[in-house]
Structures are given as structure tokens and as C-alpha cells.
């Protein structure tokens, strides 16, 4: 009886470890495009049942106090750290649609699909498009632990 009470804590146990390796909330590093370097952290939420995404730290120091000086309507000159710029994504099947992402550097806000990626639970696949997705592009972001 010992050993089975043991066996079914150990399976629980694993099994709300890797839920919660699954889930897209947390801390994430973002990566740019251009240079390949650590840019940012984003961290994500969960709030009244729809994600959103704040940065939350800001990695080069010489962009620390940068504005969103393309953004439009309230966010426009607002800092960037601290701005947030994932909206109203909701659960569709294992990944996350129907929000918007805005790229700061561009002031633009564009259509967004959040997915854990499948080979590494990790890695966060982020992609923004006008349109259609299948005309967009992909971010591959990395969790902080």
C-alpha cells in the first residue's frame, strides 16, 4: 500500500511539472531579429482569462529609458520598459490567437499566434502578421529560469 500511495504522488507530481513547463506563462527572453542578441524580457500573464505581455526589463543599457516614439493613441512616448505589448490573446486548441503584439522600434501592432514550441517546451514560437499568418514572421523566444 506504501508503495502504491508513493507510485500515484510521484505521477502527480510529474504530471503538474510538465503542465506547468507547457504553459506560455512566464518570464521570456526576446531575441532581435538583426543582431541575434538578447534584447528584452517579456514576462506573461494571465488576466481575466486572456494573456498579455509586458516587458519588464529592457537588456542594453544604453536603450533603458527608450520611448515608443511610433506608437500611437495612449502608448505613444511611453517607455518601453514596462509597456505592454501582447493583448488579449486567448486559448485556441495548444496555442494562444485573437490579440495583437506591438512592436515598439515600429509603433505597429500586427495579428499574433503564441505556440510553445514542440521540440523544446522552452521555446516560445511568437508570430506576428497583417492578414493572413501564413504572410507573417516568427520570433523564436527563450524562458528565463
Known amino acids: 500500500m506504501k508503495k ?17 513547463a507547457q504553459s506560455v506563462v512566464g518570464k521570456w527572453k526576446t531575441i532581435d531579429d538583426a543582431t541575434k542578441k538578447a534584447k528584452s524580457i517579456v514576462e506573461i500573464t494571465e488576466v ?7 516587458i519588464i526589463e529592457i537588456l542594453n543599457p544604453e536603450r ?6 511610433k ?3 495612449s502608448e505613444k512616448g ?3 520598459e514596462g509597456l ?40 516560445l514560437d511568437v ?5 493572413i499568418s501564413f504572410a507573417g514572421r516568427t520570433q523564436t523566444w527563450t524562458r528565463v529560469k
Open 4 to 20: 502504491q500511495l508513493t507510485a500515484i504522488i510521484m505521477v502527480l507530481f510529474v504530471g503538474i511539472c510538465s503542465m506547468q
Open 48 to 54: 481575466n482569462g486572456k494573456l498579455q505581455g509586458k
Open 64 to 69: 533603458k529609458n527608450a520611448t515608443c516614439d
Open 71 to 73: 506608437c500611437s493613441g
Open 78 to 80: 511611453k517607455k518601453i
Open 84 to 123: 505592454v505589448i501582447i493583448k488579449d490573446m486567448k486559448k485556441d486548441g495548444d496555442s494562444y490567437s485573437g490579440g495583437t503584439i506591438t512592436d515598439p522600434e515600429k509603433g505597429k501592432a500586427y495579428s499574433c499566434i503564441i505556440k510553445i514550441n514542440e521540440k523544446n517546451k522552452d521555446v
Open 127 to 131: 508570430r506576428g502578421y497583417v492578414g
